[in-house]
């Protein structure tokens, strides 16, 4: 009787985990694990996702199209997408770290109320992405938008926002600067708050100046957080969708077409979809990113040195 | 005495800038409202006025008629989504960090820095496959789809694990003492312990799912549960040029958050900081 109840209470207590993490592992594995590798089945094959029966396998031919077939329209699709998805980047990366920076800056010397000001900043990360473009169109508005009527006062006039390079470019930078910096800035803040003060005061009695405060104090003291900031926003850049769908639709001449896009259309748009390819291009994308995410942490990590 | 003088003139000139970023900032929001209670003549007359010349409600009587778009039953939707999601991960979730914080067993933390590691794998590859396992299940234009898959997420396991590991493990061991199991503990001890964090988790759960606009774009086809962002981006298209009334349905979209935001700024605030501080 002994023993059997020990045995009984040692099984349960070794099952007693998996009553605790289960229900969370098997959404996880379900939502997440498998799709993971039910894409890479699914980017070998020419798949029809209503009507699985018609699938055929293609091997690694869905990647040669969109990666080396220069004659595929998948080819040009992808290209174009991954140079839109990349100038993206590399525009919007730059001011989504450094304007935070800047605010955070200004908020550490604590001024009068820097906490409303924290809120104002913040307040508009929590908008949708419909809301926001909503917002910045009619901002933006050519004729009878508050940015070109203000500028109309100093003689700029009608500038295309929407319609019209550079200045696409430049919107949705903007609007997307204006959306989602509120986060980074406040982690800044909080970071700037644990560089230790005597570390300017040494530096005072040295007689650095506010510039090389910054190179040789601040930023090597945060430079997690910078690690940490600078790589989330590299990603979630990669992903933008919704900033050049509802604002420019892709325009003008789809130089604001992002890879996203393409996927989405590829995959679920009207005409004929191919869920094939559009995984393809998913799982490069997928890998560049990844790739780029290891890259970082390495020069920032060299860089500090 | 020197130097408080140079402290105040920097308090000064950081008020001074940041006064001006949030012109910026505020400008766009105030333009909005102001547009929505307009008359459409007056919207797009090319006036720089912030107060109407003419005040009307025109527009929001006519969001409250409009048949084809009833943004109020796009809130209704988005909120029921997102609370039943918020609902169901905070359980899931709290029971998974009670396991990896609380609970002693072989190869713990090897499971559960799997699992954070899984976090480097893009969404965008899932996105496809997802869509496909949806057909499978007949979970298309369906409240299970906008609210399961996410329940997978490992954000909120991660910070709620911190703050169980930092739950003494004398606190525990006394409540086994006093005869307490495990799910006492977990739903007694540890939850009450734990619910700032738990605040934060549903504040983010909440506002990831209340925002998504991709994957609703892509499961749901018809007006049934169509969520708030998709619902707008539609209006978009359909009040084409009538300024004033897609400038109330913007406002009316902005103030559920905006009350979320007034009553839980300060979660908002010690989330961010507790997910960046992290690293």
Known sequence: MQTKQWDARSIASKLLPGAFFLPHLIIFFTFFIFPFFYGIVISTYNWNLFNPDLREFVGLDNFRRILIDSDSIYYRYFWNGLRNTFTFVVLSVPPLVITPFLLASLMNVEPKGYKVFRAIFYLPNLFSIATLVLIWRWVLNTNVGILNLTLAHVGIDNIPWLSQQPFAWVALVMMTVWWTIGGNMIIFTASLKEVPEHLYEASDIEGANTWQKMIYITLPSIRNQLIYITIMTTIASFNVFGQPQLATQGGPEESTTVLMMYIRNIAFGGGRPNPGVATAMAIVLGVIMIIISVVQVKIIKRMGD | ?279
């Not at chain 2, 003088?5 to 900032?25: D, P």
């Not at chain 2, 010349?53 to 909120?79: G, K, P």
């Not at chain 2, 409540?175 to 700032?196: C, E, M, R, S």
């Not at chain 2, 749901?220 to 707008?232: E, I, Q, S």
């Open chain 2, 1 to 279: 005495m020197a130097l408080k003088a140079v402290e105040r003139r920097k308090k000064r000139v950081s008020f001074i800038l940041l006064s001006i970023f949030s012109v910026v900032w505020i400008v766009p929001i105030l333009w909005v409202i102001s547009t929505s209670f307009k008359t459409e003549n007056e919207a797009v007359s090319g006036g720089l006025n912030l107060i109407p010349r003419e005040f009307t409600l025109a527009s929001y009587r006519y969001l409250l008629q409009d048949e084809q778009h009833n943004i109020f039953m796009y809130v209704w939707n988005s909120f029921r989504a997102a609370g039943l999601h918020t609902i169901l991960y905070l359980v899931v979730a709290s029971m998974a960090a009670y396991a990896y914080g609380i609970l002693r067993f072989k190869g713990r933390d090897k499971m559960f820095w799997l699992l954070v590691s899984t976090m480097m794998i893009p969404v965008v590859m899932n996105l496809v496959p997802l869509y496909a396992i949806m057909i499978r299940f007949e979970w298309l234009n369906s409240l299970q789809a906008l609210v399961v898959p996410g329940l997978g997420g490992i954000f909120g396991i991660f910070l709620l694990r911190q703050f169980n590991l930092g739950i003494p493990d004398d606190i525990i061991d006394s409540a086994k003492i006093d005869g307490a199991n495990h799910f006492q503990i977990y739903w007694k001890l540890v939850l009450p312990l734990t619910k700032p964090a738990l605040v934060v988790v549903a504040l983010f759960a909440f506002m990831a799912n209340w925002n998504e606009y991709l994957w609703p774009l892509i499961v749901l086809n018809d007006a049934t549960y169509r969520t708030l962002p998709v619902g707008l981006a539609l209006m978009q298209g359909t009040y084409n040029v009538y300024y004033s009334r897609l400038m109330a349905a913007t406002v009316v979209s902005m103030i559920p958050v905006l009350f979320l935001f007034m009553g839980a700024q300060r979660f908002f605030i010690k989330g961010i900081t507790m997910t960046g501080m992290k690293n």
